[in-house]
């Protein structure tokens, strides 16, 4: 499932809460550094609602 909703554009960093921008053509369990707190985040579906994708820590 890649991102291709206009809502998905733009998603949080469950870290710091800034806004980073996607490229429309990211995938479930891509790698994602926020650049800003340089925080390392994976891309996964949501386990309320597996239509909405969301950004998780990868520790």
Avoid: H
């Avoid at 800003?36 to 609602?49: A, F, G, H, I, V």
Wanted: charged share 40%; hydrophobic share 25%; with cysteine.
């Amino acid at each position: 499932m890649a991102l291709n909703k206009k809502n998905d554009l733009y998603m949080n960093c469950p870290m710091c809460d800034c806004e980073l921008p996607m490229g429309g053509d990211e995938k479930v369990g891509e790698e994602i550094s926020c650049p800003y707190c340089e925080t390392p985040l994976k891309l996964r579906k949501s386990k309320k609602d597996e239509d909405k994708l969301i950004l998780e820590e990868d520790f």
